[in-house]
């Protein structure tokens, strides 16, 4: 009993007081004209001032009109890319047209404040309007959907028709809230009754909100109409009046409604259910029988209000229909839901609105988490609840990504102040989501159910915000809640813990006493739970920077760690675990077998995937290896380990490793990665410093820049395993920044990059210089940059252009590896790469053509043609057929005659080209993506200098090579 007096107390009347809400009636006649699309209609409009102000003001919302170019819609996608309504000529654009009005007696026309957006007409209103007083407004206009859906539409006879009306602001305690219509947030209206009379042609079907009070909309007579349902709706005969042959009339009828939606189309095929009280009315195609028909669409719509009612308590409307709609995915109106399909997913969350935007009128602009958010979250616990496994992990790592890369905005934020639409989509719906799974973590599955139904119980049919929200969660779970709501809707915190003692002792009873102390190292926080394999021991309040937590158990507690159900969105847990002795937190790493083709990432561990390995050169032999990748989230602590040892006893240096070690937790940094690597392996021992910025300041951003920095040393340390036409017996030490981007738009994909470093090349002693030290040393700098271009071309083909400039500046000529390589990627390029590192590995044995894409790209030439500078054009032409592209090509460039030793004594520079055809396939297996190229190089100026320089062969020959990447 107690339980049941407690519920009463939070859902009194006493908490809804001083609340108040404006009083609408419409009462509208419409007749839709088919071939122009175009709907003419009155609308008689009575307001009742119930707020305490004095209103001078009246304002509409005109939503079709943002459907249109000059929209603020259209300006929003514009701006971040996206083409829709803002090229839309006519008659395919919408439109919403006032074509007479009448307020207070007084014929006035609208103003628009927002011109050229017209989604928001106003009038001054003639005389005040005090509390309690009312007005009447009489607007004739007319409406037209758009041919391209959203949220309406139109397509032959079939019509969407939403916001459609000259629709009343909303006038709350902030105001008139006269917003435009943004392609981030919806919509916000006014409980109101509807009085709807359709003038339509005989044959269409119509789907409604309301209940049909008069006329047929085609259902067929075993359909359950409730006419009888609204004691107070008119009983008239033929309020449209004498109708066209060929027409009809069908009037419909809703109270305590905030939107008034239909849908048109003769074809629709119409079936009917019940849960309890309420009527189930779905509308679909024929051909969609087998995924709507036979009950399928019924069940699922019967199936949500079930759970919801469930959730929340009873639905207060006598019918809700489901419509196939003309868009795909789906939208939401009260008693109403226009779906792209019948899947039960989607169908949760649009009849899930219902609850959370119909009943529990939110504004959808200004608090989107209230609806989208909570929505999503009601139909992911459906699925929980009905054996399908929690959504949480999943969607937790996809916003802590986000979180980690500073992406994340407050969710609380006006829909249109996000940075762009995916930031807004990511936060209203997935963090939003996750903020009320946060919510049922720290108040408990039943304490959540309680505020749900108290919530329904004490604000259905009115206006909600969070703060009504926020106190029903403090009533019923008895806790203060702010820093929760304070955190996942204001702020964007990075939470993380570590654990760092644990002491147990041995009572007298038998019993375990254990002593727990945690660090807080994020900026935010949440109740941490303290566990073993099996059990969870206690729950620390997750606050203090640190905090001993202390529980008894009845048997001695295993290895401990924080958040062992990863609820507290502890971003790192790699430090959560306890230590033991020489391993440390042995249990937060996992080994498995190393399976190239699939990335394998946990939330909780970091995964190292062991794989044997094994490659061949002419100095070594085969050499063996054991190859160690580590992974955590899937970009931290990517850490690389490759020892190494060759099978040829008479090789130098037979053992050799590569270790990298790449972005630690310890020092997260945004959109930046970072490696330190060093290696000793085939006679090259060397070291290397990288660091990439993502400089990208939105997710719709049409390019992708980047900067960083690169520091390498490199020395030859056993020349019997270098190629001799790319290395010399030398080192390098260099470094300096880089800079890189793609645009992607449409029609073409740009990438523009560039390099610049300084360095010394030292080396032993050569002949005729003379030296002091051991070593000879030579400044330089080597630069390049690089521009190229991919786009749509004639008859369906594409064409690639690209550009290419590279040099090195020294007093001598440059060691052979800083070579600028004629034909393609520098040895440095490609020295990680066994298969090419060293002299005869597999893909660069003699009478084996491989072709690394880089630099000047001049693809016809041997590997080792390179000098101080180059510059050089690329240009494909390519036509994809199914799974193959068939292209042809040629390059040229004007190169330093020290790439062409042959050239004419005295000439500082010798121009090459080459020509040929070629083949490209698109391989993936799992993770794993490749190009496979076939390129037959039939043309090469200089074809001393070919890659397959055999005797006998001139400018035109069969030459051919083969590459596992693009060209450009």
């Not at 590997?863 to 057929?881: I, M, Q, S």
Request: aromatic share 12%; charged share 20%.
């Amino acid at each position: 009993m107690l339980p049941f007096l407690l519920l009463l107390a939070v859902q009194g009347p006493a908490d809804t007081s001083g609340y108040w809400q404006q009083g609408v009636a419409y009462r509208i006649t419409a007749a839709l004209d088919e071939p122009t699309g175009v709907l003419t209609g009155r609308a008689r409009i009575t307001y009742v001032n119930r707020s305490p102000h004095v209103l001078r003001d009246f304002y509409v919302h005109q939503y079709l009109n943002a459907f249109r170019p000059h929209s603020r819609w259209a300006e929003v996608d514009s701006a971040e890319g996206r083409e829709r309504f803002q090229h839309l000529t006519d008659p395919d654009y919408a439109f919403e047209r006032i074509t007479a009005a009448t307020v207070m007696g007084a014929a006035l026309a609208p103003d628009y404040p927002f011109a050229p957006d017209s989604t928001v007409a106003h009038w001054t209103l003639p005389r005040p309007l005090a509390p309690e007083d009312s007005l009447v407004a009489e607007l004739a206009w007319q409406a037209r959907p758009s041919t391209l859906p959203r949220r309406q539409g139109r397509r032959g006879r079939r019509f969407d028709f939403a916001q459609w009306y000259p629709k009343v602001v909303v006038y709350d305690r902030y105001g008139w809230e006269a917003h435009p219509l943004y392609p981030a947030g919806e919509f916000y209206g006014e409980f109101a009754t509807y009085d709807v009379t359709l003038d339509l042609a005989q044959d269409q079907v119509i789907g409604a909100t309301g209940v049909p009070v008069e006329g047929d909309p085609g259902w067929g007579a075993a359909a359950t109409y409730q006419r009888d349902w609204y004691p107070n709706a008119p009983r008239t005969t033929h309020t449209c009046g004498v109708v066209g042959s060929g027409r009809k009339c069908v009037r419909f009828y809703a109270e305590a409604v905030h939107h008034f939606a239909f849908s048109l189309n003769p074809q629709y095929v119409y079936e009917e259910g019940r849960y309890g009280g309420v009527v189930v009315r779905v509308l679909y195609l024929p051909e969609d029988r087998a995924t709507w028909g036979g009950g399928i669409a019924v069940r699922n719509t019967e199936t949500a209000l079930a759970w919801l009612d469930a959730l929340y308590g009873r639905f207060p409307w006598p019918q809700l229909t489901n419509v196939h709609r003309i868009e795909g995915g789906g939208t939401e109106f009260p008693m109403m839901v226009m779906d792209g399909s019948a899947g039960l997913g989607l169908i949760l969350h649009e009849v899930g609105h219902n609850y959370t935007m119909g009943v529990l009128a939110n504004n959808e602009w200004r608090e989107g988490f209230l609806d989208e958010g909570f929505t999503s979250f009601q139909t992911a616990w459906f699925f929980e609840a009905h054996g399908a496994g929690t959504a949480y992990p999943g969607l937790e790592a996809n916003i802590l990504s986000l979180d980690l890369d500073r992406w994340s905005e407050p969710v609380s934020m006006v829909s249109e102040r996000y940075r762009d639409f995916p930031t807004y989509n990511a936060m209203i719906y997935s963090k939003a989501q996750l903020f009320y799974e946060q919510l049922r973590y720290v108040v408990g599955d039943d304490a959540m159910r309680r505020i749900l139904r108290a919530y329904y119980t004490r604000w259905q049919l009115k206006h909600v915000d969070e703060q009504k929200f926020r106190a029903v969660c403090e009533e019923v779970s008895g806790q203060d809640l702010g820093w929760l709501f304070g955190q996942w809707l204001h702020g964007t915190v990075l939470i993380d813990y570590r654990l760092d003692k644990v002491k147990r002792s041995r009572l007298s009873d038998g019993r375990w006493r254990t002593v727990v102390t945690i660090r807080r190292l994020g900026d935010g926080w949440m109740p941490v739970e303290i566990g073993d394999k099996d059990t969870i021991y206690a729950r620390a309040t997750g606050q203090p920077e640190t905090e001993r937590v202390e529980f008894t158990s009845a048997r001695r507690p295993g290895r401990l760690r924080l958040d062992p159900r990863l609820r507290a969105h502890d971003w790192n847990a790699l430090n959560n675990g306890e230590r033991r002795g020489l391993w440390g937190r042995r249990d937060e790493t996992v080994l498995k077998l190393d399976d190239p083709t699939h990335e394998v990432v946990r939330r909780d561990k970091l995964v190292t995937a062991l794989l044997p390995v094994a490659w061949s050169n002419d100095f070594g032999g085969v050499t063996v290896g054991l190859r160690s990748r580590q992974n955590y989230l899937g970009r931290f602590e990517q850490n690389l380990s490759i020892v190494s040892a060759a099978t040829d006893g008479d090789a130098t240096h037979r053992g050799g490793f590569y270790f990298r070690w790449a972005n630690p937790v310890a020092h997260l940094v945004p959109r930046t990665e970072t490696s330190v690597a060093a290696w000793s392996v085939e006679g090259r021992t060397g070291a290397a410093l990288h660091a990439d910025r993502s400089l990208r300041r939105t997710l719709v951003q049409r390019s992708d820049p980047h900067a960083g920095f690169d520091a390498l040393w490199m020395a030859t340390t056993d020349i019997g395993y270098v190629d001799r036409r790319l290395w010399d017996d030398a080192g390098t030490i260099e470094a300096g920044p880089w800079a890189a981007t793609t645009i992607v738009n449409d029609k073409a994909v740009w990438r523009v990059g560039a390099s610049l470093r300084g360095g010394v090349a030292y080396w032993n002693p050569r002949a005729g210089i003379t030296a002091t030290n051991a070593y000879d040393f030579e400044g330089y700098v080597r630069g390049s940059a690089a521009a190229s271009v991919r786009r749509p071309f004639l008859f369906g083909t594409q064409l690639g252009v690209r550009l290419y400039a590279g040099g090195y500046w020294g007093r001598s000529a440059p060691v052979r590896q800083r070579r600028i390589a004629v034909a393609g990627a520098d040895p440095y390029e490609t020295f990680t790469n066994p298969l090419l590192r060293s002299r005869g590995a597999l893909l660069v044995r003699p009478g084996f053509y491989y072709h690394v894409p880089g630099g000047p790209n001049l693809r016809g030439f041997a590997d080792g043609a390179g000098g101080r500078w180059a510059v050089a054009l690329n240009v494909e032409g390519a036509k994809t057929f199914g799974p193959v592209t068939v292209f042809a090509f040629a390059d040229a460039g004007l190169v330093d005659s020290l790439a062409i030793p042959s050239s004419p004594a005295g000439r500082a520079a010798t121009t090459l080209y080459d020509g040929g055809v070629g083949l490209a396939t698109r391989q993936r297996v799992g993770d794993l993506e490749w190009t496979l190229r076939l390129e037959l190089p039939v043309i090469v100026n200089r074809w001393d200098f070919a890659r397959d320089p055999r005797p006998g062969l001139a400018r035109a020959a069969f030459r051919w090579q083969v590459s596992l990447e693009p060209s450009f």
